[in-house]
């Protein structure tokens, strides 16, 4: 499922399914993008070519390179004394392989940072040139909120196996799926009350054959809502 997923609301603006054999980069030669538009994605989308074409458009990239990418260093840039602290590399580059330097004859820009959290360096390639370092490595950061979405679809609605086998069973259980996460986010985006999504889930599978005022409940789900009888003129016997 090759997903294009929109930083604001961290929902997704472009899914293209394929069968198994698609490679992500493959997959991405479809996605369509603005000018301007700034690109995150893992290793597996650092293919020269398709880095090429969005760089054409207008489009700008932070990728995660591989460890096997040959380069010169051009310049290197100068790093803040008494900040940012976990930038560690910030340098221009050129691709040395006469491969690579064919499918992606322009200069690019190479930051390395160090996770403390997972105790690594993540070395970055893009072509933005003007950002801080930091910048950089933050707009890197914020791609773990695919394997977030991703991890929702698979834990909150139980599509670890699939129903049926046959191609249309498998996309009519995706795209289910996928519509019913974005009305949940929807719904938490309405709530007045600071629902975690898992939650919200777990209530909505409670109370999914009960009647109730939905906007009411999702703002106050712990108060009882009592709704008056109705005054009846006619019927009433005592």
Do not use: C
């Not at 322009?106 to 003007?130: F, G, H, P, S, Y």
């Not at 929702?152 to 699939?162: D, G, V």
Request: aromatic share 12%; net charge neutral.
């Amino acid at each position: 499922m090759h997903t294009l997923l929109d930083f604001d609301g961290n929902l997704p603006a472009y899914i293209n399914i394929t069968n198994g054999k698609t490679a992500d980069n493959k997959g991405a030669y479809d996605i369509p993008l603005l000018k301007g538009s700034v690109i995150v994605a893992d290793r597996f989308y650092n293919d020269f070519s398709l880095l090429n074409i969005w760089d054409s458009k207008g489009i700008y990239f932070v990728i995660r390179h591989k460890d096997n990418v040959q380069y010169t260093v051009i310049k290197e840039n100068e790093l803040p004394d008494n900040r940012h602290q976990h930038i560690l590399i910030d340098e221009i580059i050129e691709l040395k392989n006469t491969s690579s330097k064919e499918k992606y004859p322009k200069r690019l820009r190479r930051v390395v940072a160090w996770n403390d959290e997972n105790k690594q360096t993540i070395e970055i390639i893009t072509n933005q040139m003007t950002w801080t370092a930091n910048t950089i490595s933050e707009l890197y950061k914020s791609r773990w909120q695919v394997e977030i979405f991703f991890r929702e679809i698979k834990q909150l609605l139980n599509i670890k196996s699939f129903i049926g086998t046959s191609e249309n069973a498998i996309m009519i259980q995706i795209w289910t799926a996928l519509i019913t996460i974005l009305i949940l986010k929807a719904l938490k985006a309405m709530a007045k009350f600071n629902w975690h999504l898992s939650n919200l889930v777990a209530f909505i599978r409670l109370n999914l054959f009960v009647k109730i005022n939905l906007q009411l409940w999702l703002d106050k789900p712990f108060e009882e809502n009592h709704i008056p009888p109705p005054d009846y003129i006619q019927g009433v016997l005592f």
